[in-house]
């Protein structure tokens, strides 16, 4: 693609993130970019102190502390001190593949064209039941936004790197649970299509014990449960997530990882009770549903 030319902002959200930031800035500062700034954004100092120890090889580098209410606070925080005209959004926990930010944002060349989803790559080995579970649910969700893209279908950008105009970027409320859901359905609204680059690869260490994993998926599912109130957008849900369940098979090897995929179909119908409980009976608060996932650092 040809070398875009509009000023742009990657903004690094981050917390407790002290053994990963420095490889998360390192891997976007070491890519032939064209006018940008890289702003790092976390509440803890221990993690802002890393990322101070990159400013002299990152000569583009801002690093803001935000008073530790939530991502979306975060988010809000940073957007406003952002110069670009793209801004582009990840995680301090993963780090993107060579090129991953050129390809992103090349896809700004059209006007219709309102965000980009980056492609999330599980880290995790294939050779136990979570790291299966993290290839195949990886692989199910690039082949879905391959053919949503491609014909012309609502998808969410994934929330470990995309990109969007700022102009697009929405004020998030404080209680958002999954934000890139939330501004993926807002671009949607604005009449503007998102695209999906899968060149533009994150890679993604996902949990490794049960625990982490409910920990985890609770703030995403969940969150398109919370969406769906605050917007009526019917964006993810258990029915929706049912309908892509046989595509799975075809990514099986072996006795045992099937063995796996009827684990992970068990364990989905408990989560989405267990999201079903905290939502719409305990009405649980972001801050009490988000819980930090240690197996992921």
């Known amino acids: 693609r040809e070398r875009h030319e509009k000023m742009i902002s990657i903004i690094i959200t981050a917390f407790k993130e002290s053994k990963t930031i420095q490889r998360a800035i390192m891997a976007i500062a070491e890519q032939n970019l064209p006018r940008h700034e890289i702003i790092v954004i976390a509440p803890d100092k221990e993690t802002l102190d890393e990322a101070e120890k990159l400013r002299n090889k990152c000569k583009n580098l801002k690093i803001l502390q935000d008073g530790g209410d939530g991502k979306p606070a975060a988010l809000n925080l940073a957007v406003s001190k952002a110069k670009g005209e793209i801004l582009i959004l990840t995680d301090g926990d993963v780090y993107v593949g060579a090129e991953s930010i050129v390809h992103l944002i090349g896809f700004f060349k059209g006007n219709k064209i309102g965000a980009v989803s980056g492609k999330p790559v599980s880290t995790n080995p294939r050779d136990n039941m979570y790291g299966f579970w993290s290839s195949i649910l990886t692989k199910t969700a690039?082949?879905?936004?391959?053919?949503?893209?491609?014909?012309g279908r609502r998808f969410f950008c994934s929330g470990y790197l995309f990109a969007i105009r700022k102009e697009l970027?929405?004020?998030?409320?404080?209680?958002?649970?999954?934000?890139?859901?939330?501004?993926?359905?807002?671009?949607?609204?604005?009449?503007?299509?998102?695209?999906?680059?899968?060149?533009?690869?994150?890679?993604?260490?996902?949990?490794?014990?049960?625990?982490?994993?409910?920990?985890?998926?609770?703030?995403?599912?969940?969150?398109?449960?919370?969406?769906?109130?605050?917007?009526?957008?019917?964006?993810?849900?258990?029915?929706?997530?049912?309908?892509?369940?046989?595509?799975m098979f075809k990514y099986l090897s072996n006795l045992r990882e099937i063995m796996w995929l009827m684990a992970l179909f068990l364990s989905r119908v408990y989560l989405w009770l267990v999201i079903f409980k905290d939502i719409n009976i305990k009405k649980k608060s972001q801050k009490e549903i988000w819980k930090r996932v240690e197996s992921t650092k």
């Open 142 to 151: 690039d082949e879905i936004r391959k053919k949503s893209s491609f014909g």
């Open 169 to 247: 970027f929405p004020l998030l409320p404080k209680e958002l649970l999954s934000e890139d859901g939330y501004i993926s359905n807002y671009v949607y609204s604005k009449g503007y299509s998102i695209a999906y680059s899968e060149k533009s690869e994150v890679h993604v260490k996902y949990p490794n014990n049960f625990s982490d994993w409910i920990k985890q998926k609770k703030r995403s599912a969940g969150g398109y449960n919370q969406i769906k109130k605050l917007t009526g957008a019917d964006m993810r849900s258990f029915t929706w997530e049912s309908r892509g369940a046989f595509g």
